[in-house]
Structure formats: C-alpha cells, structure tokens
C-alpha cells in the first residue's frame, strides 16, 4: 500500500526535552513537507525538502529542526526552543514542489507537552 | 502575500440535501488548488485537485469549480449523507518563486450532515 506513515501517534514531551517525529513514504515523491494545525488556524509550513540532503524553513521553522538523508524520510525534530509546541503536526508529499503536483498527508502526530 | 478564506467557518444540513462550500483567494498566480477532506483527529485526505487551466473537477458525488480571475473556488456536495461530516479544506499552491510551490490553507469549513 503507497501512503505516507507518521509515527508515533500521540507523543508527549517535558519541559526542556527534545523530540523526533517520524514520516516515511514510499511513493517515490521528491518533495516532502511538515506543517503545524492549531485550532482554529489553518496548517502552517514549518520546513519543507524539494531533493534529498537539501531542506528549507517555512513560515514557522524556529525551534525545529529536519533532516533528509533519504528520499523516504522526513524526521521532524521539535527542539526546547519552541516554546508552545503542543499541537497536531501533520507530513506531507508531492512528486515535486511545484508544477501543479497533488499533495499527500499522513494521519497526524499529535504532540502534547506536559 | 496569498490569503486563502473559507465561508461558512461551519455548516449544518439535513441529510439528502444539496450544498456549496465557498473558498476564495487573494492572488489568482496559482498553479492548482486542492480540496481535502480531514475527520477529527485524522490526517487530510485529498478530493480533489484542480489545475490552473481547468474550470472544474468531478468525483462521485462531488464538483469542484475554479474561477481564477475572480480568485474563487466552490466545492458541491449532492446528496449529502451523514458520512460526509467533516471539515473541508481548500489549498492553493501559488506560482511564486519565494514559495517553491508550498500549499497555503484556508482555515476549513466543518460540515455536519444531520440524519
């Protein structure tokens, strides 16, 4: 089955504590993305990666943290830097990051500080 | 900078009946506009995509329409069902370069379909 896989499910974090969200995919698609949703906002950008080992931040990069050594792979790292970061982070992917390319999203990680 | 607004912010129907979801956006320079759906807790699922040079996309029982020039998109859902309870998300991706193409959302429309 070809889809986009975030783990864990729901994470919690101390104050103080860095931690990794995990995305995969296996549709063989270039461009991967991570954006944050609170409610009552839409998603925000937070980095995206159009190739392998090159990443740029978005609209709300500060305290995170990404890396793209695969093409499969996105983590997502939240740093003790970001100072309100309990909210729904959603992974996505495109074959590329422009030229009218459909979008794909994983189920969701949500992240609770406590 | 591209806005993306979504009106009704929430919406209620009897079941059966015909609706329209509205989305409009600042800048008409977009290579496509995306419609997904997203259940409560859930990741966003894709309906539908439009492209630039398309006026409408059809899929079961839903259309999605794009009027560029006036920086408007409408998604209609005929028959709806108790099951089509969701919230609705319109994305454009816009052709400027400073963006790479990123996808910017409008903040939803939550759709209840009463039985």
């Known amino acids: 089955d070809g889809g986009i896989t975030q783990s864990p499910k729901y994470l919690f974090r101390k104050e103080g504590q860095n931690v990794t969200l995990s995305c995969e995919q296996n549709?063989?698609?270039?461009?991967m993305y991570w954006y944050r949703q609170d409610p009552g906002q839409g998603l925000r950008l937070i980095y995206y990666?159009?190739?392998?080992?090159?990443?740029q931040k978005g609209d709300i990069a500060e305290g995170y943290s990404v890396s793209r050594e695969k093409k499969e792979s996105f983590p997502l790292t939240v740093t003790s830097a970001q100072k309100n970061p309990t909210a729904f982070y959603l992974c996505?992917?495109?074959?590329?990051?422009?030229?009218?390319?459909?979008?794909?999203f994983g189920q969701g990680t949500r992240l609770t500080v406590v | 900078k591209q806005e993306v607004t979504q009106i009704p912010a929430a919406l209620s129907v009897p079941e059966g009946e015909n609706l329209v979801l509205n989305c409009s956006f600042t800048?008409?320079?977009?290579?496509?506009l995306q419609w997904f759906r997203q259940d409560p807790g859930k990741g966003l699922t894709s309906l539908l995509l439009?492209?630039?040079?398309?006026r409408e996309q059809t899929s079961g029982r839903l259309n999605a329409s794009l009027d560029k020039s006036s920086g408007r998109s409408t998604l209609y859902i005929a028959a709806s069902q108790p099951g089509d309870s969701a919230t609705y998300l319109c994305?454009?991706?816009?052709?400027?370069?400073?963006?790479?193409?990123?996808?910017?959302f409008g903040k939803g429309t939550k759709l209840s379909v009463k039985p």
């Open positions: 996505a992917s495109s074959v590329t990051g422009g030229a009218g390319n459909e979008a794909f």
């Open positions: 549709l063989n698609h270039d461009a």
């Open positions: 990666s159009q190739i392998v080992n090159d990443f």
């Open positions: 800048d008409s320079a977009i290579y496509n």
């Open positions: 439009i492209q630039s040079s398309q």
């Open positions: 994305a454009v991706r816009p052709l400027s370069r400073g963006s790479q193409g990123n996808l910017i």
